[in-house]
């Protein structure tokens, strides 16, 4: 029996950790069931990434994965890529338990075809000695504010991160506010980058994931929860029909997914790593996340209207410094 493909591009800084997991969960399967599954690792650091083997994949007229996990939220949302290819896709949504707070996020589509299996919150998070007089900023309309012009950054607008954090603001404040964000807003390298920045005092803010978010021993940093909410960033499972309709066949590309990406070791993993809210209401929330947290992702009924093209051209513009 040929090899399933799995299309990896999910939370880039446990990418090592996420590897070691998978392939131990592929060679586990393997040894269970006689069903072999192959890791095809397309994270930002690969030298193939994960819009890309899509594109090839689109030109040939078939999708080339059993099974993608991936934060690049766009290819879920976006006609061109999954969305376009419903028909394809197992609705695999509704497999396993989301536990409440996701489902408040809304992230669940309204075909059920994904599996969210977790979000990272992104909290405003300040260097309390470069603030000024200025008072610590309570929401995300403030950061639209001429007086904060230049001193909020995020991570690249190249990373799933960064786009997730724009994506709320564009919800949130429309073409303008999105565009205000374009003019006034700083990018870094990365999310890392970001909390390098605010630690050493370049600058008073910036939007960063939970495990970024909390300070050090001698840090002047603290967190701060939107009152519109937290902008988050899903990690989606999606899987393809196999080819002939065979029930047994995708009977056994859901329930590898049970046993691994969506396993409770995996969310344990992910919310003791990234700091995530996990799918798996069994597992305790995040030591940071607080009893009525409010998350944002924009409503489908507004994704599915909306040009995500204009997005990503328009987010990349934000200077890089």
Known sequence: ???KKIYWANVCILNRKE?????KASETWNGETGNAYEMIYLGDTEEVKIHQKLEEDIDSGKLGFHLLVSTRFD????????????????????????????????VEDPFHLYYPLAILPHFIVC????????????????????????????????????????????????????????????QKSAPSAVRHGLIKGEFPIGILPGVFSGPGPKDRIFAVRPKEGMPVLPSYAA???????????????????????????YHEFYKDMAHAVVSDPSVPLPANAEEGDKYIFPPWEWILKKDLDYFLTTIKQIPLI
């Open 1 to 3: 029996m040929s090899k």
């Open 19 to 23: 590897s070691e997991l998978m392939e």
């Open 75 to 106: 290819l879920f949302c976006s006609g061109r890529y999954l969305l376009g290819r419903k028909d394809n896709l197992l609705p695999i949504g509704e497999i396993l338990p989301i536990r409440e707070e996701i489902k408040r996020a809304g």
């Open 127 to 186: 260097n309390s000695e470069v603030q000024g007089s200025e008072p610590a900023p309570s929401s995300l309309e403030e950061l639209l504010d001429s007086r904060w012009e230049g001193k909020v950054f995020i991570g690249n607008t190249e990373l799933p991160s960064g786009q997730a954090v724009l994506f709320a603001m564009w919800y949130l404040f429309g073409d303008e506010g999105l565009e205000t964000c374009v003019r006034n807003w700083r």
């Open 239 to 265: 899987a393809v029909r196999s080819g002939n309709f065979d029930h047994q066949d995708d009977e056994d590309t859901m329930n590898f997914l049970k046993a691994s990406a969506a396993s409770q070791e």
